[in-house]
């Protein structure tokens, strides 16, 4: 991968987390990410994977059994970085009025950054 590969499969990725996670989330998939095992966390999760499959097709054509993994490891990361977040938060009775509340959002969504900076180092290392 050239480092304009890398920099497209960034900008992909955070196109495709942002309708993922905030345009075609729904409320059910919300209210249902902190029940371990769930669909609606699942579904979540899946689309991720299913997103990020053309990013890794287009940058990295070369590595259909490593990007396959690379899913994989995405979807489960996906759903635990969710599920953890999901549970703290309902646990401690916060919500969005919480400053805490957005602390944990940007925890999460940091996770979620740096599961991508991972999937780009399996592929390049």
């Not at 890794?56 to 969710?82: G, K, N, Q, R, S």
Request: proline share 4%.
């Amino acid at each position: 991968m050239t480092p304009v590969d890398v920099l497209l499969a960034l900008v992909l990725f955070q196109l495709k987390h942002y309708l993922a996670d905030f345009h075609w989330q729904t409320i059910w998939i919300v209210q249902t990410k902190g029940r371990y095992g769930h669909p609606g966390g699942l579904i979540h999760a899946g689309l991720h994977g299913l997103l990020s499959l053309p990013v890794l097709l287009l940058v990295a054509p070369f590595a259909p059994v490593l990007f396959t993994v690379i899913l994989i490891f995405e979807m489960v990361l996906h759903y635990h970085i969710d599920w953890i977040k999901a549970r703290v938060v309902s646990q401690r009775g916060i919500d969005e009025r919480d400053s805490a509340y957005w602390h944990y959002l940007g925890l999460d969504q940091a996770a979620h950054q740096l599961t991508y900076v991972a999937m780009l180092a399996a592929l390049i290392i």
